[in-house]
C-alpha cells in the first residue's frame, strides 16, 4: 500500500514558467486537498476535493489551479510561477469528517 | 473562525524527563482535534486524535494528549522523552463548517530533546 504519493520531490522553477504537482493515493479516499508550508506560518490549505468533478479554493489559492478527473489523481498546477510560491507543498488524503489525513512526502519547490 | 495557537515555537527537554506540547484552539461547536510529528524532510504522520469520549486520548510511539473543554485546551505529553522524539509538532483543528472538514493548523513547536 503505497498511501498517498507525490511528484516531484524537488522542482526549481524560473519566475513565470508553469509545472503541474502530482499527487496520487490508492486508498479510495474521497476528500483529498494541497497545503503549502512556510516557514513560522504551519500548514495553510491551498484548493481541496470531495471527490471526482468537484474542487474548491482553500485559504491561498491564487496562482494554482487543481482539477480532479478520478478519485486517485488530484494535480495541483501553478500558472506562473513567483518567487513568493516557493515553499514545500504538501498533498493529503482522507475517507471523512472524523479520520485523520494521510500526507505525501512533500514537494520542495523554489522559483528563482 | 475556527483557530489553533500553539504557544510555543520551541520546547527543549532532557531526555527521560516528561514533555508537554501546548496547544489551545478556538471553535464554534465541538472539537475534532489533531497532533501530527513531522521529521526532517519528511510528510506529516498522524500521532492521535479527539473526536469523543475519553478526555485522555492515547497514541503512537507513547504520545497521548488531554482535551480539556474548559480551558479550549488539546496538549500533547509523553511521560519519558527520547532524542528520537526530536521533530516539529503539529496541532490541528477540522474546519467542520468552512472546507468541508480540512484541517486548520497551528504554526507548530519544534521539540528538542536533548541527551
Known amino acids: 500500500n503505497a498511501g498517498v504519493t507525490q511528484t516531484p520531490k524537488f522542482q526549481v522553477l524560473k519566475t513565470g514558467q508553469s509545472m503541474t504537482l502530482q499527487c496520487a493515493q490508492d486508498?479510495?479516499?474521497?476528500?483529498m486537498s494541497w497545503y503549502r508550508q512556510d516557514p513560522g506560518m504551519g500548514l495553510r490549505l491551498i484548493h481541496y476535493?470531495?471527490?471526482?468533478?468537484?474542487?474548491d479554493q482553500g485559504e491561498v489559492p491564487n496562482g494554482y489551479n487543481v482539477s480532479r478527473s478520478t478519485t486517485e489523481d488530484f494535480p495541483l498546477r501553478l500558472l506562473s510561477a513567483a518567487p513568493s510560491q516557493t515553499s514545500v507543498y504538501f498533498c493529503?488524503?482522507?475517507?471523512?469528517?472524523?479520520?485523520?489525513?494521510?500526507f505525501g512526502q512533500g514537494t520542495r519547490l523554489t522559483v528563482v | 473562525a475556527q483557530s489553533v495557537a500553539q504557544p510555543e515555537d520551541q520546547v527543549n527537554v532532557a531526555e527521560g524527563n516528561p514533555l508537554t506540547v501546548k496547544c489551545t484552539y478556538s471553535?464554534?461547536?465541538?472539537?475534532?482535534l489533531f497532533w501530527y510529528v513531522q521529521y526532517p524532510n519528511r510528510g506529516l504522520q498522524f500521532l492521535l486524535k479527539?473526536?469523543?469520549?475519553?478526555?485522555l486520548v492515547k497514541g503512537s510511539y507513547g504520545f497521548e494528549a488531554e482535551f480539556n473543554k474548559s480551558q479550549t485546551s488539546f496538549h500533547l505529553k509523553k511521560p519519558s522523552a527520547l532524542v528520537s522524539d526530536s521533530a516539529l509538532y503539529f496541532c490541528?483543528?477540522?474546519?467542520?463548517?468552512?472546507?468541508?472538514?480540512?484541517?486548520?493548523f497551528g504554526k507548530g513547536t519544534k521539540l528538542s530533546v536533548k541527551p
Open positions: 486508498m479510495n479516499h474521497e476528500y
Open positions: 471553535v464554534s461547536g465541538n472539537p475534532y
Open positions: 476535493s470531495v471527490g471526482a468533478g468537484i474542487t
Open positions: 490541528a483543528v477540522r474546519d467542520i463548517g468552512g472546507s468541508q472538514g480540512n484541517l486548520i
Open positions: 479527539y473526536i469523543t469520549g475519553d478526555n
Open positions: 493529503a488524503s482522507r475517507w471523512g469528517v472524523e479520520t485523520e489525513a494521510f
